[in-house]
C-alpha cells in the first residue's frame, strides 16, 4: 500500500474510532487534522476549516497570531481563513481567495521564494506523516475496516479537479483557477485530498508568478521603450533649447549691436550739430564783428562829411570876405599896379579853426596869372586843381602867412564861381551818399500829425477806387494776379499788368520790389497826384514820401491776405475752410485786443503829458513853485513817448475793474514819478474834460512781464541799468542808444504832497 493509500486509512481509522459515524465528512477531517496538529497535545480546541470555507463560526476562539503553522493550516484575517506559508503570522496580510483573480499574485510568498516554499511544505508535510504512520496503523489494527474508510484516487481527483477549474480562453490558452469550496461540501478524501489540493494551489500560484514574470518583464520592456522614447524626447527638447538659446543670443546680439550703432550715429549726429551750432555762433561772431565794423565805418563817414560841411561853410565865408573885400577895392587901371607884400597874419582868437584863414582862392588866382603872361587882364582864369590848392593852404596854414592879390572884380568873380561849382559838385555827391546810408524817413521832410493822418485816409479812398479794397478784411479776398504773367513780366518783360483790373503779385519774396508791382504803385502815385495835386502843394509833400505810404499800405494788406490762406498743419495738410476762417477770426480778435491796449497806452501818455502841461502854464510866474521839477517830467514824457507807456491786463474776479500793471523791465523804474502825474489829474480833474472814461485802479507788482519790444533811441539813463548789463553787443547795438546827456532827478513823495 503507498503511503498516501496508509495515511488515508489511518485519517479513516481515527475519524472512525472517535467520531461518530454519523458526523459529516468535514468532521471527520477536523479530527484527523487535530491529531497531526501540534498544538492538540497542548490543550488548545481551536477548529480547523477546509481551504473552501468561507468563515469560521464565531463561537470557537481565535488561533493565536504568534504560532507557525503548516502547509494547509489557516489564519483568521477579515472574516476568513486563507492557507498561509510557514512563516510568522504577525507580518502577512491574509486575503479571502474568493477575491483572487486571474494575473493577480498573492500576498503570502514573493515571486523568488516560491520553489523554496513548496520543498519546505513537502517535508514537513512528510515529516508528519512518517511520525504518525505507526500510530494509524495500530488503530487500524484495533478494528475492521469498513467501505467509507476507504478513499478512491479517482474519486480524490474527481474532487481536486471540481476544486481547481480550467478555463480555456479564445487564443487556446488554458488559465486555471481555485474554486472555493462551500461549508456545507464533503471532504471524501480526507487529508491526502488536502494535501493535492494544496499541491494544485501551489502549481496555479507557479503559473501565476510566471505569468506575472511575464507581464514583469513585458512592463519592464515597455517602461525601458518610454524610457528610451523619454530620452529622446529629452534629447530633441534639449536641441530645441539649444537652438532656442542660440537664436536669443544671436537676437540679443545683433540688438545690442543695432543699437550701439545707433547711439554712435546719434552722437555723431548730435557732434556734428554742435559743430554746426559752433560754426553758425563764430559766423554771426563774425557779422556781429562786421557789423559793429561798418557801425564805425558809418559814425567816421559822418563825422567826415561834417568835417567836409564845415570845410564847405568856411570856404563859402572865405569867399564871401574875399567879395566883400573886392567889391571896395580900386580897379588895376587906375593905380599902378603894387607889388604884393607879405603881410603879418593877423593873430588867431584863442579857440578858433586855423579853417577860417582860407587861402584856396587867392592862391588859384595867382597861379592863373602866372601862367597866362601878357594875355590880357578880362581872360578868365583857369581853376587850379583842390590837390594844389590844399598843399598851399597848408604851406599858408603852416607858415602863418597869408599873400594877399589885387583882382580885378572880373576875375574874382570867375574864380568864385569855378570853385563855387566844384565845391557843390562834390558836396552833391556826398549828400548823395550820406541820403543812401541813412533811412527815407529821415531824409524826407517832416509832416505833421494831422497831415499824415488826411493823406493815410485819401490814400484808403485811392484803394477803395482803384482796386476795391476799403478794410484790411478785404484784402482775404483779393484775387492775385496770374503766376505765369507774372514771372513772364518779371524776368523777360512781357506783357504787363491791367491797370482796370488791378491784380496784385501776392506770391514773389519781397512783393513790394517786383517788378509787376512796381507798375501799379506808378499808377497809383499817378492818380493819386492827380486827384490831390492842390493838397499835395499846399503842404510840400514830395513823391518818395506818397509813393512810401502806398507801399505800407500794400505790405500791411499782403500781410492779411496772407493770413487768410490756408496753412500747412502739422499732419501733412492743408487747412480746411473751417479751420482757416476760425484761425481768421482768433487773429481779428488778437488784433482788436492789441489795438484796445495801444490806445489805452496812447490816452494814458497824452493824459499824462496835458497834467503836466497845464500844470507848468498855472505856475509858471511862481517863484516858490516846483516848475522846475514838472519840466523835468515833461521831457521824461518827451523822451519816452507812447510806446513806453506801461500797458495793464484787466481783473475781472474781483468787484470793480482794476487793471493789473505789466512792467517794462527795460524802462527804468519810474513808478513814483508816474503816480506823481496820475495823482495831479485826479486832483486837478475840474481842469480837464468830463468826457470819456475815468481812470481806474492799478495794481503793480513784478509778477506780470510785457513782452512788447524796447524802444529805441533812448538816452542811456532812461533804461533800466540791470537790464542793459544782461545785454549782448548785437542787442546794445540794436538798441541804438543816444549818447544824448540826460540828468536823472528823483522826485521824492512828498513833491506830491505838496500840490
Known sequence: MSLSDSFAQTAMDLALDDVDVSSTSSDVYVTARSAFDSSSSEGTDTPYATPRAQSIPPSYPTPSISRLHVPGSFQQSSGSLTPMSVRSTNDIENVPMSELHSGQRTPRACDEDDEMYERESSAEVRRHLDDDNKSVVYQRRNREPTPEDFGSDDLLMD??????????????????????????????????????????????????????????????????????????????????????????????????????????????????????????????????????????????????????????????????????????????????????????????????????????????????DKGSGSEGEDKPLRSVPRAATSSRLMASTVGDDVEVHTLTVNQLVEAIRQSLRKEMAESSSRRHRRRSATPASESEPEVDRETRIELLRRVRELYKKQCGIETDKDWHGHQEADHPAVQAYNTRGEGAPSINNIRFDMCTSGSTVSPWNYVIFEHLLETFKADNATFISDNNITDCYINGLIEDKFSRGRQTWRGGQPKLKSTGVFETPEECETRILLADKRLKERARTDQRRCNKFERRHATVEKVIALHVGDPESDVAVWRFLEKVLDLLGPDSMSSEDTCDDLPETVFRVKVLEWRRPMDEHMEIIDKQHVLDRDLFSQQGSRPGKRLRDSTVKSTREPVRRLPQQLYNPDWLKAQNAHQVHTLAVSSEKFEWIRVVATLAHAM
Open 159 to 368: 474532487s481536486v479537479e471540481n476544486s481547481v477549474e480550467v478555463h480555456r480562453s479564445d487564443d487556446g490558452h488554458d488559465s486555471r483557477a481555485v474554486r472555493p469550496r462551500r461549508d456545507q461540501e464533503l471532504t471524501s478524501g480526507g487529508l491526502r485530498r488536502e494535501v493535492n489540493y494544496w499541491k494544485e494551489v501551489s502549481k496555479y500560484r507557479q503559473g501565476q508568478n510566471k505569468e506575472l514574470k511575464k507581464q514583469y518583464a513585458d512592463a519592464v520592456s515597455r517602461w525601458q521603450k518610454m524610457q528610451q522614447q523619454n530620452d529622446a524626447t529629452v534629447g530633441k527638447m534639449q536641441e530645441q533649447m539649444s537652438k532656442l538659446m542660440d537664436f536669443m543670443n544671436s537676437t540679443r546680439t545683433a540688438a545690442e549691436s543695432e543699437l550701439r550703432n545707433k547711439v554712435q550715429a546719434e552722437e555723431v549726429r548730435i557732434a556734428a550739430q554742435h559743430q554746426a551750432i559752433q560754426v553758425a555762433q563764430e559766423q554771426l561772431n563774425a557779422k556781429q564783428a562786421e557789423q559793429d565794423k561798418i557801425a564805425g565805418d558809418l559814425r567816421e563817414r559822418e563825422a567826415a562829411i561834417e568835417k567836409n560841411r564845415a570845410e564847405v561853410e568856411n570856404h563859402q565865408a572865405t569867399v564871401s570876405r574875399l567879395l566883400q573885400q573886392a567889391r571896395t577895392a580900386r580897379p588895376r587901371s587906375s593905380a599902378p599896379p603894387v607889388t604884393a607884400q607879405p603881410l603879418a597874419a593877423p593873430p588867431k582868437p584863442a579857440g578858433s579853426s586855423t579853417r577860417m584863414f582860407l587861402t584856396a582862392i587867392p592862391e588859384s588866382v595867382d597861379d592863373a
